[in-house]
């Protein structure tokens, strides 16, 4: 053979090979390809599947920082906020958190603080006409079949050095309760027992005057630090201080015995009322605590001296919303490690998760958690880390504005997708589990083309913890079982004794249950 044909002969083989090879790669790409296909597939499948029948579905919806609210008349702004929820109910809320004092003020008529300038325009002045805010969001989430949560920060009086306290103000009566701090603001003194009683004196106020669901308050309780100035409350130390041998520590017993008082009074009112926290999301660093978090940020523990685990511990708070407000793969806080570290600090008690519907809109899904490949966004991966955890009870939307304004399409995604039917939140069992009477004499009666009207009559209840305050309405197909635990059977929650529905086509059976102030929920009843 021809020293030609030996290297033609050399160069069709390593031709053979290299054949071989690119054959076995794309073979295995294809491979690859079709597994990760049916991944995606498998996973977008779950991601439109049946919504829980349970979940609490929070939307907050603030006023503070809020120009809209000074600009409109009565009538704008009672209609704006009835587009709000429209807009939040469509998306399957079930909750709304509803600001009413966000700095010592009120969106409501007070005796004990003036009107809220974020309301108004200007602080102290009432609206014109007059209406009363925090009733009238009462009234329309209750028809709707929601819960209203009176949000109030505790502490915080002015929003900077240029802002004063409306005239009539506690502050001009009383300027020893009060400290200014480095960031400008005015505060309660957290260490005052004074401050603690004026506080819960505004919260006993509140419960005992409107039929809220329940008392919250987010994350700023002593403020956010700033950097190289300490919390003027050295001269409370001395006073109240004896004995505690760390400043930090007699911080938080401070707040704790706020949280306590706060929880005391509120089930001495009305038992049903929760009392609701929505802390920072990171409690401590595991840097700094065994039992922290693996992550690396501002801690609520040390930073705003809050110890909210053990507040659910010790029962005195019902539900927490951290707020993880970060996205998934976060190098500092991850979504992901919070999701699970918090989780397994629920004690027993209702853990939701706020996330911020900006962040959640804007960061592409690359974590490797089983997120679906489809979902640019970070909406799919995080709704179904929340429902597979045992110890999460449902979502927080941060700002409620963002959902209703249909940010990047969530407000499309959760409408159709991922709270595509309504949900009851989970029953307070620690607080009650007694299922209130079935509802009686249900009817149903043609309306229109394709419409009818379904009313019935509430049960009576001496105990107001059975009282029924919402109902709940299921379809099926005609000659099915009766079977409420049928999710997708669920078509609506409603305060109201009557609902008017668009009937598909074909022949129905409609069931109503009653639910009480507990969401424990009744048999059904059937026309």
Same mark, same amino acid.
């Given at each position: 053979m021809s020293k030609n044909s030996v290297t033609l002969c050399q160069e069709l083989r390593q031709m053979s090979e290299?054949?071989?090879?690119?054959?076995?790669?794309?073979?295995?790409?294809?491979?690859?390809?079709?597994?990760?296909?049916?991944?995606? $597939?498998?996973?977008?499948?779950?991601?439109v599947s049946q919504p829980p029948k349970h979940e609490f579905r929070g939307a907050w919806l603030h006023i503070i920082g809020q120009g809209q609210y000074a600009r409109q008349s009565t009538a704008e702004n009672q209609e704006y906020l009835i587009g709000q929820l429209d807009a939040l109910q469509r998306a399957g809320c079930n909750a709304i958190i509803w600001q009413v004092r966000p700095q010592a003020d009120a969106a409501y008529p007070s005796e004990l603080e003036p009107w809220s300038r974020w309301l108004t325009g200007t602080a102290g002045e009432a609206p014109d006409p007059m209406w009363?805010?925090?009733?009238?969001?009462?009234?329309?989430?209750? %028809?709707?079949?929601?819960? =209203? /949560?009176?949000?109030?920060?505790?502490?915080?009086?002015?929003?900077? %050095?240029?802002? %004063?306290?409306? +005239?009539?103000?506690?502050?001009?009566?009383?300027? @020893?309760?009060?400290?200014?701090?480095?960031?400008?603001?005015? !505060?309660? *003194?957290?260490?005052?027992? @004074?401050?603690?009683?004026?506080?819960?004196?505004?919260?006993?106020?509140?419960?005992?005057?409107?039929?809220?669901?329940?008392?919250?308050?987010d994350d700023y309780f002593y403020p956010y630090p700033v950097q190289g100035h300490e919390f003027p409350d050295s001269a409370s130390f001395a006073t109240y201080g004896k004995g505690w041998g760390n400043i930090g520590d007699w911080r938080r017993n401070n707040v704790d015995m706020l949280i306590q008082q706060l929880h005391h009074t509120i089930k001495g009112i009305k038992p049903w009322v929760q009392l609701g926290i929505s802390p920072f999301g990171i409690w401590r660093n595991k840097s700094s605590d065994a039992n922290g978090s693996d992550t690396n940020g501002l801690q609520c523990y040390d930073a705003l001296y809050a110890d909210c685990p053990r507040w659910t511990a010790l029962g005195w708070v019902d539900y927490m919303v951290?707020?993880?407000?970060?996205? $998934?793969?976060?190098?500092?806080?991850?979504? =992901?490690? $919070?999701?699970?570290?918090?989780?397994?600090?629920?004690?027993?008690? /209702?853990?939701?998760?706020? +996330?911020?519907? #900006? #962040?959640?809109?804007?960061?592409?899904?690359?974590?490797?958690?089983?997120?679906?490949?489809?979902?640019?966004?970070?909406?799919?991966?995080?709704?179904?880390?929340?429902?597979?955890?045992?110890?999460? /009870?449902?979502?927080?939307?941060?700002?409620?504005y963002s959902v209703s304004g249909n940010f990047h399409g969530v407000l499309d995604s959760l409408t159709t997708t991922h709270c595509s039917a309504p949900a009851l939140i989970p029953a307070y069992t620690w607080l009650d589990t007694v299922s209130p009477d079935g509802v009686t004499n249900v009817q149903t009666k043609k309306t229109g083309k394709d419409t009818i009207e379904i009313s019935?009559?509430?049960?009576?209840?001496? *105990?107001?913890? +059975? +009282?029924?305050?919402?109902?709940?309405?299921?379809?099926?197909?005609?000659?099915?079982?009766?079977?409420?635990?049928?999710?997708?059977? =669920?078509?609506?929650?409603?305060?109201?004794? /009557? $609902?008017?529905?668009?009937?598909?086509?074909?022949?129905?059976? !409609?069931?109503?249950?009653?639910?009480?102030?507990?969401?424990?929920?009744?048999?059904?009843?059937?026309?």
């Open positions: 290299i054949h071989k090879k690119v054959k076995y790669q794309t073979i295995n790409i294809m491979k690859r390809f079709i597994i990760v296909a049916i991944a995606a $597939l498998s996973l977008s499948i779950n991601a009363d805010p925090l009733q009238f969001m009462i009234d329309q989430c209750h %028809k709707r079949g929601m819960e =209203l /949560h009176a949000w109030i920060n505790p502490y915080r009086v002015t929003s900077g %050095k240029d802002d %004063k306290p409306a +005239q009539g103000h506690v502050y001009y009566s009383h300027p @020893e309760w009060f400290v200014q701090y480095a960031d400008g603001k005015i !505060y309660f *003194d957290p260490a005052l027992p @004074e401050s603690r009683d004026f506080i819960n004196l505004v919260v006993a106020d509140i419960v005992i005057r409107y039929d809220v669901d329940a008392i919250h308050m951290p707020q993880l407000y970060w996205e $998934l793969e976060h190098k500092l806080a991850s979504d =992901l490690t $919070l999701s699970y570290w918090w989780n397994d600090r629920a004690n027993g008690r /209702h853990m939701y998760y706020g +996330q911020s519907v #900006n #962040n959640v809109m804007t960061h592409r899904d690359i974590a490797d958690d089983g997120g679906d490949t489809l979902n640019t966004t970070q909406l799919d991966h995080k709704m179904r880390i929340m429902r597979k955890l045992p110890n999460v /009870h449902g979502v927080t939307w941060w700002p409620g019935w009559s509430a049960p009576v209840a001496a *105990d107001p913890m +059975q +009282q029924a305050v919402r109902f709940a309405v299921y379809r099926f197909p005609k000659g099915n079982d009766i079977n409420i635990d049928d999710a997708g059977s =669920l078509i609506a929650i409603t305060g109201e004794t /009557h $609902l008017t529905i668009t009937e598909p086509k074909g022949r129905w059976t !409609y069931a109503v249950t009653a639910i009480d102030r507990c969401w424990n929920e009744s048999h059904p009843t059937t026309p």
